[in-house]
């Protein structure tokens, strides 16, 4: 009966928000999931972000109906007091129940097996390139070929990452290790680490990782204050080397792209030796050991140095356009200070998220992330089907009055150097305060 039940404010609730004491509210019941935490699939990050609040937007955007099962071991037995569900909320959770009725979060066309035969055929030709060839321009080729080959095995990987791409569990697995550390040096355990924090907390400067590229780029002056990173957990200080880097970023922006994929590579390691606890951790391992086996010794065979720095730089070079795209995500939209709010989770999406308009035909070319914003609010959901949902995005949005940024790749990207731009003339302004520490950390995305 309803007067037997046990009720605890929203308050109360907010009380709950750190890692020895973690609860979280879902449908109004209170769960204890302090202990459940560190053994989370999707990392302790994004219950930590929402620690002591209500996120039933976020469970569902993120779990398939039969983890609602396993929830019961959890509950407190208190219910939150005053539980209210917002109109966007509602509507937005009803476009999940509609989703799943027709079995859109289950048809996963053959994204995958397309995906992972082009992949296949890709690297056959670099093979031959490099092997059989003698033609330098066939080496040029070959490593352009490579940079496509790792942006289209990193949308595997991601796609395998959010949902079962496979048909089983223990395939899907293998897809993203063969995909993600095999075939691209970068571990899949650390993309999920990182890429679950940035869901859930979409552009918040000190939650977001992807944010947070002090001292190179700075996307908001509120950087300039040297705020603390909760995910890294540690001070992004942005000393004279940051403000210099930071003042010049709309130029750099493009150069920084064609080589940050040695970031990736540096992060991957610094995980996987870490002391953190890192699932699958031999697995990962053995993955990247694979690729630094295959690689360095496909470069090998190339006939004198000249050509294996040009096969190198020409792959890594062609991979900047993935890192681009991700960058316009994200970069010129909507930004915010402190954890995202359970209640307002769907609003936190549509602001920090910038859609890019193009033609069908180059879905295969995006991986689907073009949909960002649709990508965002439905995570679970198989990439063949965003585009077909975004008209009804797009209209959720206008009803609720929130934002629906669709731009061309050309619009986008000026969108985001100008977004670059004005941070970086405020960081030359002189009269910012700035700290005194000058010790810079070269590898600074990393806790």
Not at 243 to 253: A, D, G, K, P, Y
Request: charged share 20%; proline share 4%; aromatic share 14%.
């Amino acid at each position: 009966m309803d007067g037997e039940k046990k009720y605890m404010s929203e308050e109360e609730l907010r009380k709950h928000n750190k890692a020895g004491d973690l609860w979280i509210s879902i449908q109004g019941k209170v769960y204890n999931v302090t202990d459940w935490a560190k053994e989370h699939p999707g990392g302790e990050a994004p219950l930590l972000n929402l620690a002591g609040q209500d996120v039933t937007d976020a469970f569902i955007a993120y779990h398939p109906g039969t983890a609602w099962k396993y929830l019961d071991k959890f509950f407190t037995g208190y219910y939150l007091q005053d539980f209210k569900v917002t109109e966007v909320s509602r509507d937005y959770r009803r476009l999940v129940s509609e989703f799943s009725k027709i079995g859109l979060f289950d048809k996963k066309g053959r994204v995958a097996s397309v995906a992972l035969t082009s992949v296949a055929l890709m690297f056959a030709v670099v093979l031959y390139g490099v092997l059989r060839c003698d033609s330098v321009l066939a080496h040029l080729g070959s490593g352009c070929l490579l940079g496509f080959l790792w942006i289209q095995s990193a949308y595997v990987g991601h796609d395998s990452g959010h949902y079962e791409v496979m048909t089983s569990r223990r395939y899907n697995k293998f897809a993203q290790f063969l995909a993600g550390n095999c075939l691209t040096g970068i571990s899949i355990a650390w993309w999920k680490w990182t890429h679950n924090a940035h869901h859930i907390a979409c552009n918040s400067l000190d939650h977001d990782p992807d944010l947070q590229h002090i001292p190179v780029f700075a996307v908001s002056s509120r950087f300039f204050n040297s705020i603390t990173s909760c995910f890294y957990g540690r001070k992004l200080n942005f000393d004279p080397l940051a403000r210099f880097l930071v003042s010049h970023q709309h130029w750099t922006f493009y150069p920084v792209m064609c080589v940050g994929r040695v970031n990736l590579f540096i992060q991957t390691f610094l995980l996987l030796f870490s002391k953190r606890k890192i699932p699958d951790r031999a697995l990962n391992i053995l993955g990247i050991v694979v690729f630094w086996t295959w690689f360095p010794l496909l470069v090998s065979y190339l006939p004198n140095w000249p050509e294996r720095v040009m096969f190198v730089i020409a792959s890594f070079t062609v991979t900047a356009i993935q890192h681009v795209q991700f960058c316009l995500n994200h970069f010129s939209a909507n930004v915010y200070l402190g954890p995202p709010n359970g209640n307002d989770w769907f609003e936190k999406q549509t602001s920090g998220t910038l859609d890019i308009s193009c033609s069908s035909y180059m879905d295969w070319f995006f991986g689907g992330l073009q949909f960002q914003l649709e990508h965002h609010l439905f995570p679970r959901l198989p990439r063949c089907h965003l585009r077909k949902i975004s008209p009804v995005v797009k209209d959720l949005c206008k009803k609720h009055n929130l934002p629906y940024r669709s731009l061309s790749f050309w619009e986008a990207n000026k969108s985001t150097i100008r977004t670059l731009r004005t941070a970086a003339l405020q960081a030359r302004d002189m009269t910012n305060p700035i700290p005194k520490n000058l010790v810079w950390e070269a590898v600074n995305t990393h806790g």
